[in-house]
Each structure stands twice: as structure tokens, then as C-alpha cells.
């Protein structure tokens, strides 16, 4: 609830912006937590306290980065553009969008933007899956879906997909953004 308000707030202001979750953080790393603790129970059972105490200030450095990196991963939606936050900025004009759709990867289902050459821009948040559980998940890619039908301008038009260099055949379906099966 609190994030849709954020957005709507955001909209008002000419943008919205998608990140992950405090709680998606907090989870992405439990297991270095659970290492932690087991580590932590070895050594009081006593066990050496040297490759623990190492282990354990490594597993505080992975743990605060887990927390404070992916903080600016996600999306930013402008009038002109959507801005991906991945590892590096990337700016997409609405008008070079040909698709929005949301793919699984190793058990997440996550948002991609494909372009009229044929990029496909995989989106860090918004993000749903194990350890990743995002309740607002398809309002946000629906309200991803409908900036860039808002904004794509009078006119854009669909641009077939760049020929493979096989010139293999479309997808079954006909849809040449698919995924491939």
C-alpha cells in the first residue's frame, strides 16, 4: 500500500519510480544470515574460532552489501522515456518500446522491455518470485504497460523484428517478441 501511494505521488510529479522492496532485500539475503547464525552456533559449541571469525566478518561484508547494493536497481517511468537502473543507467525512449512483457528466469518473473532493434532490456524491479515476493507485482507491470501506451506518442508504429541470421521462422504463436520455447 505504502509504494502505490509513493507512486501515485510520483506520478503527479511527472514520474514513477519501481525498486525493490525493503522486505525483497532483507530476503535476497537470508541464506548469508543462516550461514551466519550456523557459523555463530559452530564456534559456541566450540568449535576453532579463526576460519569462523574470518567467515563470519565475510559474511557481514556480503550481508551489508546485499542490503545496501541493489538498492538502486529498478525503473524510473518518464513522459519520454523509461530509465532502466540495472548495472549501468539506461535510458529507453517509449517511443523505441515494441514490447512489454513479464518472463520468468530461475524462478522469478520479472519485466523486459524489447526495442524496435531487436534489445531486450531485462528490468531488476519490478521482480517477483521466491525470496523475491512482490504482492504489487502485476499492477506494476500493468502501470509499466500503460506509460508506455501513454507516452509512446501519435507516432510510433510496430516495427517487425531485425531477420535472424538464419532467417529462422517466427515464433508459433506469431508474436516475434515471444520468447523463445
Not at 112 to 138: C, Q, S
Request: proline fraction near 9%; aromatic fraction near 10%; charge should be positive.
Amino acid at each position: 500500500m505504502r509504494e502505490r501511494s509513493q507512486a501515485e505521488a510520483m506520478s503527479s510529479a511527472g514520474c514513477v519510480r519501481y525498486r525493490l522492496t525493503r522486505l525483497q532485500r532483507l530476503l535476497s539475503v537470508l541464506p548469508v544470515i543462516m550461514v551466519t547464525a550456523f557459523q555463530t552456533l559452530l564456534w559456541l559449541s566450540g568449535g576453532s574460532s579463526g576460519p569462523v571469525l574470518l567467515t563470519l566478518a565475510l559474511w557481514a561484508v556480503l550481508l551489508l552489501l546485499g542490503l545496501i547494493v541493489p538498492r538502486p536497481f529498478g525503473v524510473t517511468l518518464t513522459p519520454s522515456a523509461a530509465v532502466a537502473h540495472n548495472l549501468r543507467r539506461r535510458t529507453i525512449p517509449w517511443s523505441n518500446v515494441q514490447a512489454i512483457q513479464v518472463e520468468s528466469l530461475l524462478g522469478s518473473r520479472t519485466v523486459v522491455i524489447y526495442e524496435a532493434g531487436g534489445r531486450a532490456t531485462r528490468l531488476r524491479a519490478p521482480v517477483t518470485g521466491f525470496l523475491n515476493w512482490d504482492r504489487d507485482f502485476e499492477d506494476k507491470f500493468h502501470t509499466i504497460g500503460r506509460w508506455w501506451l501513454t507516452h509512446r506518442g501519435p507516432d510510433w508504429y510496430p516495427v517487425p523484428p531485425p531477420a535472424t541470421w538464419w532467417h529462422g521462422p517466427l515464433t508459433p504463436d506469431g508474436n516475434p517478441y515471444a520468447p523463445p520455447s
